[in-house]
């Protein structure tokens, strides 16, 4: 309530006696007594905390990240190897979403043959690759390389370290549901990583070139 814009009571005319404006007055009176208490009281409380409107919050624009997400989907579906390419030599470059495309069955049977290391899994979704290494030692060097590589890339494999030597790495594309073709990149790169096998199991399994 602002009291400056009311009425002051010694202005009102002083001949109107009827019961209503005596009313008025006594009324107007307590109005104006509570009004003055009520700002008094704000006055003497220190300043609350701002309400939550009145805070800052990162703003999120959705559109623009489904833009975002879209161009990075065009990407990706621009990004289609052809036979004969390079795979090692060629970089990952997008944005994995469910509209990913995935790796035709046409394209699978010659890419495949790109990665000799890697192996289909039962449910055709993921790319498996899995050897013996010398020693616990040589299994983390691998994988601290194997790592950085994928973080180069963008694109990350699961590992699996098991029995102090025995590494298992499994790629495939998590948004899409299956292998796309940045999954055949990031095979090829992995198998430029150095291993240091163990040589009983390099021996039982000879390794293609």
Known sequence: VDVSEAPRLDLLPGS???????WYRRMLSSVLRL?????????????LAPRPA?????????????????RGSLLMSRFMLTRGQ???????????????????????????????????SGDGRELRRSFVARNFQAALAFLNAAGEVAEA?????DFHLTNYRNVEMV??????GGLTHFDFVLAAKLDQVPVEYSPKWLRENPQPE
């Open 171 to 176: 790629v495939s594309t998590h948004a899409a």
């Open 16 to 22: 109107f006696k009827s019961p209503a404006t005596v």
């Open 54 to 70: 009145d805070v800052a919050t990162p703003s999120c624009d959705t559109r623009a990240a489904r833009e975002a997400l879209r």
């Open 153 to 157: 890339e963008g694109h990350h494999p």
């Open 86 to 120: 390079d795979l090692a030599t060629v970089k990952c470059e997008g944005q994995c979403s469910r509209e990913t495309p995935l790796v035709s069955q046409d394209d699978l049977s010659w890419l495949l043959k790109e990665v000799p290391r890697w192996s289909l």
């Open 35 to 47: 009004s003055r208490a009520h700002i008094g009281i704000a006055r003497s409380i220190p300043a």
